[in-house]
């Protein structure tokens, strides 16, 4: 089946394909919150509706929190599964829209067409290029070039509580010769992006407790010990000089960059001036000796995400605090093991309290990092159809957040998962004013009918 | 005019007394937050009424805070001026109170009846207990013993910024013989004490900002410069580890102790096991080599008072942070310079930021240590008042606290100050379930009958 009346005809169907979109996005499917759930099910049930237009056999799937989408249709080429989100973040501080976010428009910009409204880019605008790609294929030659299932959760912005019981439920129906995510973006707006690494994330909560309450600090201070005191000399000791993680165990199973990724990254030429410029910073501030990319692509890293304790309200208070609390967590790669890493801080912390000290922890999860199999075939021929659709050549790229699904097509089904997104860095998700590119929806549903083709070809 | 007589008197009406100081613990007098600001006034204007009932010329004066009471009353003795102060601390964190902290009682304990509420010790009880002297001499003789004036302010615990402009503006109304202040704790809760030495305090609060907006830790992590770990940094070197600060020329102007004091404070035999363990904890945390009672009343110390920084509710959220604060005070003894001292504080931070770092400062407050004229007639008079009042004999003792007041009678007014006081270690001021002993009330009341006829005798 030629791929070329397929291109052509996404590029005549881009109107009614945007208008598609703009229904869905006005379904405000927020999953966190119980008041939106009726809207979740209105997502899930257009979905169904809209798979089922384009040949698919769709269903919705009940789960103890927001239903699934399940579809599959027949092809010749390899079996691949789609996965996607329909729910979308809140959207407060509601005050900060230029438009109502459920209201979604297309705007002109400096920049080009954008599609504006919560869930353009985080998930709905990206999850329908795939949707779109498949009617433009059944549309022009009455069948797909592959086998295709397609897999959408309505919880992924509420921590997916559903998602690993019903993979694990569904394991025969959902396994697949290779898994496609699109929840990610492009390198620098212009360089299609194949996501090979993804880090981990070990939450840690603690809280040092001195006295038994809080005490007056001119009555006490100099006799008894202060917890802030305690708690800062911890979080100082958790880095050396050269930016290194200092808990023992840490970098085990750190890998290097192989040769050839390494040259790859280079390649990009990072903009890291206007990377950090944009938030107001100059230097990369992590470890010595390695690459702004490598900082936050391939190297893990430990981060206090909140700190609390004593008076922190207006004015000022002698308060000798009974307790100091801190969040802090770890971006882990490669085969850093959580459970050990946990561990190892853990005791650590305990090792370095004074007497007349305790510590609590609280766990806020853990998951590895993981690294895709590039060695998977349809690594390299996704490569090459991005190739053929954008002006630079498609990358192995990272990514310094979290996505956990990547790792679950792997641990629970055996398949190899590919995350191919064409989200820009100013997207604004989780924020107001969210949108996505006109040119990422177009160029994006024009390369997965490319990626389809190359793999129905092997 | 007869003592036996008074003292008869102020048993006879604790009741009505102990009704009057519950009145006056019901006005929520927070001087800190701008939202008690009226409460304010209504604690000044019901002292006001209550002096004027027995007899004073008794004014609110305004001030750019909140409002001062002076008093005057006419007697043949030494003019002896007293201080006190009507604004209470914060109640938060409110959920451990008790009782609400408004809403005073008179509770039976194991150890005796306590009044119960934000205020009791510190200083409505206190303050109080000479009124109720002045009180019931009034009631019994028609007249005082002395010549006596009050003057109270509404912003101790907010760093009394109108103080010295009054005091500087009311110079001649304000000067005495002698001045009295009722503020401070007995020793051990049987030992009355007369505060000759007392800690300065120095307040700083630092904000470091390291990205210009909160940003996702996933997505920064490694790349930025995290403001908490930084702050963390400085936190953690302002003590070396034999508990020393590590601010430079700290320590310029520190005396040792004379060793006729430390004799005086040896044959305390300060229960320091007893002190920290009501508290949960059980070792000195100080200067190495120094003995507990220095290391509360005669050696300066640096503790942290406060921190926040990035997400502090429940759960987890991964930001990277663009602030960081804390809330940090110097109590100093001697000649310490506290200018001196906020300057080099803040060139030792400043040295330890990072690029793309930066601090901003805000002044809460300096006031110098103070030592007490001892030699002053009115201290051994007072001496041997105290003495015959209580079981133990009363003692010249220190205080870790900072009460700056004292050192402005003798700066601006070259008026020397005593300092008697009937508080007790476990008061819980500054904290939930603050409390002051009946007994403190009632012997501290009787106490002052003593101490005015002592005056009144020379």
């Known amino acids: ?64 929190g927001h239903p699934m989408v399940v579809a599959h249709a027949d092809g010749p080429g390899p079996h691949v599964m789609f996965y996607g989100h329909y729910d979308v973040q809140p959207v407060d501080p509601l005050d900060l829209w230029d438009n109502p976010p459920f209201e979604p428009e297309v705007q002109d910009t400096p920049a080009g067409k954008v599609i504006r409204g919560r869930g353009a880019a985080d998930d709905k605008g990206q999850m329908m290029t795939f949707v779109e790609a498949c009617r433009a294929w059944k549309a022009e030659h009455g069948s797909l070039p592959c086998r295709i299932s397609m897999f959408f959760e309505g919880e992924e912005e509420s921590g997916s509580p559903s998602l690993v019981p019903f993979m694990r439920e569904n394991a025969e129906e959902l396994r697949a010769d290779i898994a496609l995510i699109c929840d990610t973006g492009m390198f620098g707006g212009r360089t299609p992006g194949i996501v090979t690494m993804l ?52 970098y085990d199973g750190v890998p290097e960059l192989p040769d050839e990724i390494r040259r790859q990254w280079d390649g990009l030429n990072f903009d890291v001036s206007g990377f950090l410029g944009d938030v107001g910073l100059s230097r990369p501030a992590g470890e010595e000796g390695r690459t702004p990319l490598e900082m936050l692509w391939s190297r893990p890293t430990c981060e206090v995400n909140g700190i609390s304790g004593g008076y922190e309200g207006d004015g000022f208070k002698t308060v000798l605090p009974s307790k100091a609390t801190a969040k802090i967590s770890f971006r882990l790669v490669g085969q850093q093991d959580p459970h050990a890493i946990r561990a190892s801080f853990r005791e650590m912390v305990q090792s370095m309290l004074p007497p007349d000290c305790s510590v609590s922890f609280k766990d806020h999860g853990a998951s590895g990092g993981s690294q895709m199999a590039t060695s998977h075939p349809a690594f390299e021929q996704a490569r090459r159809a991005l190739s053929d659709e954008w002006p630079e050549t498609a990358a192995y790229i990272g990514c310094g957040g979290s996505i956990p699904i990547a790792g679950y097509f792997k641990d629970l089904l055996d398949t190899d998962a590919m995350l191919i997104g064409f989200g820009r860095d100013d997207d604004q998700i989780h924020s107001p004013n969210e949108k996505y590119d006109m040119e990422s929806f177009h160029k994006g549903t024009r390369s997965w009918a490319r990626v389809l083709d190359a793999l129905s070809r092997g």
Chains 1, 2 share one sequence.
């Not at 791929?3 to 945007?18: F, G, M, S, Y």
């Not at 499917?29 to 089922?52: F, G, H, M, N, Q």
């Not at 309450?213 to 000089?241: Q, T």
């Open 1 to 64: 089946m030629a791929l070329d009346p397929v291109l052509a005809r996404i590029d005549k169907d881009l109107a009614p394909a945007t208008e598609r979109l703009l229904e869905l996005l006005r379904i405000p499917s927020i999953s966190t919150d119980p008041a939106y759930k009726a809207e979740c099910e209105r997502a899930a049930d257009w979905l169904v509706e809209d798979l089922r237009s384009i040949g698919f056999e769709a269903e919705k799937r009940a789960t103890p």
């Open 199 to 250: 880090r981990g994330l070990l939450g840690e909560e603690l809280t040092i407790t001195g006295p038994s309450k809080d005490l007056h600090s001119g009555m006490f201070g100099g006799l008894a010990m202060n917890p802030i005191r305690v708690l800062a000399r911890i979080i100082a000791s958790l880095h050396d000089e050269t930016g290194r993680v200092t808990v023992p165990g840490f």
